[in-house]
């Protein structure tokens, strides 16, 4: 396979997405306190965010002449965001648990820029890139409300 190593890193984008994704869904549901209502939907708008990458993750890996791991097993097996056990979360957790894993993700995603830069694939380093745009202004706003 010719690019190996990229497509074992966006495996591992794909891992950490999707367990991202249904942590982000326990925020969304268990947040308690006063700013319930503003945690309840920027949970939300991330979950979505995410569900649309993990799409996009996918498909990119099929494109490549790839198969994507497809299961909870698999990725709960590679994935370095671990999941959530705790069902009831203040705001303050969510956000500092969230920028834990979004400043993970940024790094990972930033690995993923750089292999794909050594492979000569743009389409690969553009959808990486964009993840790391919009997770740096995540993690802005996001130190911004501690």
Known sequence: M??????????QNLADVQVL????????????GLNFFGIHNVTEEYYDYFAKQYDDIAERILQLGEKP???????????????????????LEVIKNTLKDFTYLAKEFKKTSKLSENEADLTT??????????????????????
């Open 69 to 91: 791991l497809t299961t909870m097993k698999s990725y709960l097996s590679i994935a370095k965001i671990k999941e959530e056990n705790k069902t009831e979360f203040t705001a």
């Open 125 to 146: 380093q553009a959808l990486a890139d964009g993840n790391v745009a919009w997770l740096e202004k995540a993690i802005w706003m996001l130190n911004a409300s501690k």
């Open 21 to 32: 994704y249904v942590k982000l869904h326990n925020y969304h549901w268990n947040v308690k």
């Open 2 to 11: 010719k690019n190996e190593k990229l497509v074992k890193q966006l495996n």
